[in-house]
């Protein structure tokens, strides 16, 4: 599996994300299950994915007190998910305690990746500000990148614009950048956004897309043109 693209399934019911993976093909990409599919249809509709091919992004981002957080990571990472992530804010203790608890397991052979979420990609600088963070998004960033690294996740959620700092900062992180847009589209509520050849340009690994494939008129063609701007 070569390709970088990421699939948001943000779907209310099992029956319309299986519609939408049935357009897609899991050579040209991995999909991901955030926090409306998982709450909608629970942990049946990562097997079903798994059956059809596809490899699984658990985007639950827990934040939570260490006990919960590694209880809940083990239990995700026992569902043979390819990756799941949890919230760099939730301080380093509670990444401590992730990273424990999805060492312990091996599902299917593999254990799952294990990610931070850094500073949303729908947060601007008036944001972080309303949050009572006066440091610029690039230093927040940079910040939660540290103690993530410190406390030995995988890689990070960024958005594509901090992408080039943080491979020099942290060269074995795999980022993952959603908020990728093709230049033609709106940005909808992302606010730091990048195109697919500029992410990877920048040092993305992977680009999480929803809305621009899932709301194409035609999302198998669609996923396919991100795929030819990713090589190109
Ligand atoms: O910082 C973040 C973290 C996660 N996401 C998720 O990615 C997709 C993006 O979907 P689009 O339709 O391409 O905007 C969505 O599932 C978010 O929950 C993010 O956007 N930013």
């Known amino acids: 599996m070569k390709s970088p693209l990421i699939v948001a399934l943000d779907y209310a019911d099992t029956a319309a994300a299986l519609a939408m993976a049935e357009l897609l093909d899991p050579r040209q990409c991995r999909v991901k299950v955030g926090k409306e599919l998982f709450t909608a249809s629970g942990p049946k509709v990562i097997e079903q994915l798994q059956n059809r091919g596809f490899e699984v992004f658990l985007d639950l981002k827990f934040h939570d007190i260490p006990q919960t957080v590694a209880k809940a990571c083990q239990v995700a990472a026992r569902l043979g998910v390819w990756m799941l992530n949890v919230h760099a804010s939730g301080g380093k203790a509670m990444l401590e305690a992730a990273r424990e608890a999805v060492d312990g397991v091996t599902a299917s052979g593999h254990q799952p990746l294990l990610i ?87 040092g993305s690994d992977y680009l999480v897309i929803g809305r621009p494939i899932t709301a194409a008129p035609d999302p198998a063609e669609a996923l396919s043109a991100l795929l030819a701007a990713c090589a190109g």
């Open 116 to 202: 931070a979420v850094t500073v949303l990609t729908s947060l601007d600088a008036d944001a972080l500000g309303q949050l009572g963070v006066h440091d610029s998004v690039k230093l927040q960033v940079e910040r939660l990148a540290a103690l993530s690294a410190e406390a030995g996740l995988d890689g990070l959620v960024c958005s594509a614009q901090e992408a080039s700092r943080l491979k020099q900062l942290h060269p074995e992180f795999c980022l993952v950048t959603p908020g990728i847009r093709p230049a033609q589209h709106g940005a909808d509520d992302q606010r730091r956004t990048m195109t697919p050849g500029a992410a990877l340009a920048a």
